[in-house]
């Protein structure tokens, strides 16, 4: 699972990185690659081993759309600090 994991990681990490050499707009740190490099990672291993150990559907799906929000709840709040901790971004 992890094989296919990290290359998708690094695909989408690929993103900002081409963003940053054509716009101003997009000014990530090497920190900031690692923590969505560390939080892509755990939420796809996170629902790889859903897809391995959760075999009833509803379950499955209920499971992996928590994940998904989860992921987006603390990439809002790294970002833009939607809910105004002191982990929030500039």
Known sequence: M????????VLLLLIPLIAMQFTNDVNWALFDFIIMGILLTMTGLSIGTIFKKVKNYKYRKILIVMILL???LIWAELA???????FAGN
Not at 80 to 86: D, I, M, P, Q, R
Request: no cysteine; hydrophobic share 70%.
């Open 2 to 9: 992890m094989i296919i994991i990290l290359p998708i990681a």
């Open 80 to 86: 833009v600090g939607l809910f105004g901790t002191s």
């Open 70 to 72: 989860i992921f987006l």
